[in-house]
């Protein structure tokens, strides 16, 4: 509002006003900016958190038998927000060879109904929608999209530990829940 | 207004936001709702002081938001009240930004809202014709402390058990009834999980069920009468005579509520 208006269309008041209702609308947008940015993130946070990786100790080697799988069941203790609840859990670990072990996870790549190991036809099989899995937990029936998820085994001071963990389920990709 | 076609080609459109704009005023007034809302007549004596109702309205909106906010991890039970709060202060990102703002609203609100009342005191706009924006005001006054009562008692942690205790045996000192509103106030004789559960209850349902639209009506009628300016002797008997003419005819006195300076 200085000199180079010269046609005087512009009033000082008026743009004093327009001045003061911009000024209120951008204040405004910024608190509300100020105080949405910290709610989106206190809202979201509890989602950012990776579960933690229990090693569970499932035993000396000489507990299982080469060539027969063995569910081992044990209890996690689970940090679910403010509440700690012991949770029951279970791996199944196969004796390959006698310094070979694999353990999978129990869930059924499919929709998460824990198989249980058939010895008569050497097949893990589950009981909801007939997925079909063998020893080395490939898929040959039913609708699992991929194989029994492995997990990591480890011998430390002659005890057999593995490191427990949970994947998405339903896709073909072994992808950390 | 509708602009002014030109008759040949070189129609200059309005821009969408003032289309927008045009069809709502069409079907609801939207522009005379603004107009009624933002440009009023504010008298030339009105001061600093006479921003405390609209900062009171911003902080209680802020107390709306965090506390919804708030309520996603609460749990109103003595066995998770004060994890779930510590789990909101250590946990969550900005948990203590979001309850610390709810924190020291709470307190703003007590503050603003008195010395909101202060100046409606002193400047003796509770007078005719806002004696019912005055009464709401009384009422708006005694829920923010029901708020500040109730929702001291949710952290749960020393502070909130006995302040509560206290605040409980005062209201039990009434005589006759005393044992009685304590008792009530507790729902039972010893403060515990039934009285998290009703002080929560009341804090976030009861409340503000109450205090909305008390909240609304108020604002409504400052909005309907105008703002009164400072006290003027002049002024009040003006208005005194304004009255009494009034006095039979039905229906709200014209602008009777604005200053003439």
Same mark, same amino acid.
């Given at each position: ?30 608190? =509300? ?7 989106? *993130? ?88 007939? *997925?079909?899995?063998?020893?080395? *937990?490939?898929?040959? =029936? ?17 005890? %057999? ?17 | $207004? ?25 079907? #609801?007034?939207?522009?005379?709702? !603004? ?21 009171? #309205? ?6 709306? &938001? ?8 609460? /749990? ?15 946990? &969550? ?10 924190? !020291?609203?709470?307190?703003? $609100?007590?503050?603003?809202?008195? =010395?909101?009342? #202060? ?22 006054? %005694? ?12 952290? !749960? ?38 009285? %998290? =559960? ?6 976030? %349902? ?15 009628? /400052? ?39």
């Amino acid at each position: 509002m200085c000199c180079a208006d010269v046609s005087g269309h512009e009033e000082h008041d008026v743009s004093r006003r327009r001045f003061l209702s911009y000024a209120t609308a951008a204040i405004g947008a910024f608190i =509300a900016t100020a105080v949405s940015i910290p709610i989106v *993130g206190y809202v979201v946070s509890p989602a950012l958190k990776k579960r933690e990786t229990p090693s569970i100790s499932v035993g000396t080697p000489n507990d299982f038998t080469i060539g027969q799988p063995k569910l081992v069941d044990f209890t996690l203790t689970r940090r679910d927000g403010w509440v700690e609840q012991p949770e029951k859990k279970s791996v199944w670990v196969l004796r390959k060879t006698a310094n070979d072990f694999v353990a999978y996870n129990p869930r059924c790549t499919h929709l998460g109904c824990a198989v249980s190991w058939q010895a008569a036809s050497n097949h893990f099989v589950c009981p909801c929608h007939g *997925g079909v899995f063998t020893i080395d *937990g490939t898929v040959t =029936a039913g609708p699992p999209p991929r194989p029994l998820d492995t997990l990591d085994v480890k011998t430390e001071g002659g005890r %057999l530990l593995v490191a427990y963990k949970d994947f998405r389920l339903g896709i073909p990709q072994k992808e950390e829940a | $207004m509708q602009p002014m076609r030109e008759p040949f080609g070189q129609q200059t459109r309005p821009s969408i936001s003032e289309r927008v704009i045009d069809s709502l005023d069409e079907r #609801l007034g939207v522009r005379s709702i !603004w107009a009624a809302l933002m440009d009023r007549h504010i008298p030339r004596s009105v001061n600093w002081w006479y921003t405390l109702g609209s900062a009171t #309205l911003f902080v209680f909106t802020l107390q709306v &938001v965090t506390g919804i906010f708030l309520a996603a991890y609460y /749990v109103p039970s003595p066995d998770h009240a004060y994890d779930s709060v510590q789990y909101i202060m250590n946990e &969550v990102i900005f948990g203590q930004v979001v309850r610390g703002l709810h924190h !020291w609203g709470a307190s703003a $609100m007590v503050v603003l809202v008195v =010395a909101h009342m #202060l100046r409606v005191i002193v400047m003796g706009a509770y007078k005719y014709p806002r004696e019912f924006t005055w009464t709401a005001g009384v009422f708006l006054l %005694l829920l923010t402390f029901g708020f500040g009562f109730t929702g001291y008692l949710l952290p !749960w942690d020393e502070k909130a058990y006995w302040a509560t205790t206290v605040g409980t045996n005062m209201a039990g000192t009434v005589p006759v009834v005393g044992g009685f509103i304590l008792r009530v106030l507790r729902g039972g004789a010893d403060l515990g999980a039934v009285t %998290l =559960a009703r002080f929560f209850a009341f804090h976030v %349902l009861l409340l503000p069920a109450l205090i909305v639209p008390l909240v609304g009506l108020h604002l409504f009628m /400052v909005v309907r009468i105008g703002i009164s300016g400072a006290p003027d002797r002049a002024y009040e008997r003006e208005q005194q005579a304004r009255q009494r003419g009034y006095s039979g005819i039905s229906g709200l006195p014209k602008r009777s509520g604005i200053p003439k300076r």
